[in-house]
């Protein structure tokens, strides 16, 4: 590949992006009262979940190492995975997933584009982020302000800020591989539900809650725990072990080789629903 | 020039068997393989409009997704103007365009316009450009005036025409096309095969087509390529197909009053009757006859004299 055929390469991922950014943004808001209901849902769910919480920490003053301020800490950490993994991989790979049995995915697999790139990024949901989290995450944006008492240091900050980075490209590549699996069997309905659980189990137990041996034989590298819990465990200075940190990078990328190798089997495996 | 050269290309699909019992299913399914394409060759010319023409599951649409680089043949070779299709190279896809009638590439959610721009920002063609033949395209398809309309709130022949124009109006040289004309009404058929023509004979694209509406081939097409149980049966065009069939000649008669039908029966083989309309099948040597007999004899008030209609030339080769 020459200079110009990179650059042309930048130039036209770079437009894919900026285009279905608009496109998913258009989408998102073309049924105002959808978004009423999903803000209605997640507002719901964050309240009732710091009642939770804060019940929990009336009676006790940590869990697993965690005090109530580190816990709405590590439960910021989810809330914002929760939402970066609803707004951008679950869409795509679940488009994906269904593209592949109806078919649909034909009509722009013979379009002049990369297309991994583009099914990766065919909905970036900025909508979902902008209506549901920033309102839902208010009454744990002010909790955590009103019973603030740590310091994160700007090395720890910048640990956290990687680990949710890596967290949410293994998870992706993860939940990606697995509606891959729809090449093959023709339905992915299965998949789907699987990549959902790994979406939302980020919620329930900080990296310190975990057995020691669990955490030491490198089970951390499995999708659902990094990306909250050891970056919450880095970000609060509870783990400064960079072996682990090397894994997740090493893990990550290696997730990201894969989903290209398999991306390429399942090409050579589509069979293309019948019209 | 051939923009196409497609040699013993072969297609065979695994198929799961049903027949193991559930759990066997289940858990260690078995396969059949059924031949879908068998060791077909032909050659595309540029600027050609070619119809694949063929019973249900005959494998033309198969051929077709393998021209276009979407399945990959499991024996033989595909040039597609000059490239491999399975490769996906870039240069390729810019080149061609697939409109298949029931698959959406438009989002239903949003607007003709606010589709139309994902798909330019896809291509290397300048946004200026694209929309000016965008909207001589939608002028000349009738629906310039549904750019700010949602797609869902479009009949499925507006719907169409902006799948069409989203396909083409970066000016491919191969334009494929699936059943385009499925589900739609006569005047929206009338109007895209008369934009098909229309473009194939100023653009010079070439178009490969498959449809089971003998009049989009008709209108479309000057060659036609009959498929049936993944063979070809007949390559040639449409002239040379209907000329084999030349043998045979049909009057459309409109009598003025009843007659009986053992009467009617003496001018010819009678293939259709509706009241006072009846359709006679004779052969091409006592066409004069049987024509002079009709008009004496029977109280004719019109009569019309027609060449083999294509569904029975395509119905007889599907048989074969």
């Given at each position: 590949m020459n200079l110009s055929e990179f650059k042309e390469g930048v130039f036209i991922r770079w437009k894919i992006v900026k285009a279905n950014t608009m496109y998913s943004l258009q989408e998102s808001v073309a049924y105002t009262a959808n978004n009423w209901g999903s803000l209605a849902s997640t507002f719901i769910f964050m309240v009732t979940f710091l009642i939770f919480v804060t019940a929990i920490y009336g009676n006790v003053k940590s869990i697993a190492g965690y005090s109530y301020s580190e816990m709405l800490v590590f439960v910021f950490i989810a809330q914002v995975n929760y939402y970066l993994t609803w707004g951008f991989s679950l869409p795509n790979v679940v488009k994906l997933g269904r593209g592949v049995k109806t078919g649909e995915l034909d009509m722009y697999l013979t379009k002049p584009i990369p297309h991994l790139w583009f099914v990766t990024f065919r909905k970036i949901d900025l909508a979902l982020l902008f209506s549901n989290a920033f309102p839902s995450l208010i009454p744990l944006i002010y909790l955590l302000i009103k019973n603030y008492n740590l310091q994160i240091g700007f090395g720890n900050f910048i640990l956290g800020v990687t680990m949710i980075i890596f967290g949410q490209i293994f998870l992706h590549c993860f939940q990606f591989i697995l509606l891959l699996g729809a090449f093959w069997s023709g339905e992915a309905r299965g998949f789907e539900l699987l990549a959902y659980q790994l979406g939302n189990y980020?919620?329930?137990?900080?990296?310190?809650?975990?057995?020691a041996n669990f955490r030491n034989w490198g089970f951390v590298i499995l999708p659902v725990i990094f990306h909250t819990a050891l970056t919450a465990s880095y970000l609060l200075g509870k783990t400064a072990n960079l072996s682990l940190f090397l894994l997740v990078l090493g893990a990550t990328i290696i997730a990201l080789l894969v989903k290209n190798f398999v991306w390429k089997l399942a090409l050579r495996q589509y069979s293309s629903a019948s019209s | 020039m051939e923009t196409i050269e497609v040699t013993n290309l072969t297609k065979v699909y695994k198929v799961a068997k049903r027949d193991g019992g559930f759990i066997k299913n289940l858990f260690i399914p078995s396969y059949r393989e059924v031949?879908?394409?068998?060791k077909i060759n032909f050659s595309i010319k540029a600027g050609e409009s070619v119809a694949f023409l063929?019973?249900?599951?005959?494998?033309k649409t198969t051929t077709l997704k393998m021209l276009t680089g979407l399945i990959y043949p499991t024996a033989g070779d595909i040039s597609v103007l000059g490239f491999t299709p399975t490769d996906r190279k870039r240069e390729f896809l810019s080149d061609i365009a697939l409109v298949m009638g029931n698959k959406n590439s438009l989002s239903w959610d949003l607007t003709a316009k606010q589709n139309l721009s994902l798909f330019i920002s896809m291509y290397k063609t300048s946004e200026g450009t694209s929309w000016k033949i965008i909207r001589e395209m939608a002028e000349m398809l009738e629906v310039n005036s549904l750019f700010d309309t949602q797609i869902r709130k479009m009949s499925l022949g507006q719907r169409l025409k902006f799948e069409l124009i989203a396909a083409i109006f970066h000016k491919p040289a191969i334009l494929f096309l699936d059943e385009p004309t499925i589900g739609l009404d006569i005047i929206s058929k009338r109007k895209i095969r008369q934009f098909l023509r229309h473009i194939n004979e100023t653009e010079k694209t070439t178009i490969i087509l498959t449809s089971h509406e003998m009049a989009d081939i008709e209108r479309v097409c000057d060659r036609v390529i009959v498929i049936n149980q993944g063979k070809i049966v007949f390559d040639g065009s449409m002239t040379l197909l209907t000329n084999k069939y030349k043998d045979k000649k049909y009057f459309d008669v409109i009598l003025k009053k009843r007659v009986d039908k053992d009467k009617l029966e003496r001018f010819g083989k009678i293939v259709y009757s509706h009241n006072l309309s009846y359709t006679f099948e004779v052969s091409r040597e006592k066409q004069g006859e049987a024509i002079s007999k009709i008009i004496s004899k029977l109280p004719v008030e019109d009569i019309d004299i027609k060449p083999t209609p294509l569904d029975e030339i395509i119905e007889d080769l599907f048989s074969r």
């Open positions: 980020n919620e329930p137990i900080p990296f310190e809650g975990y057995p | 031949l879908a394409v068998d063929g019973p249900n599951g005959a494998g």
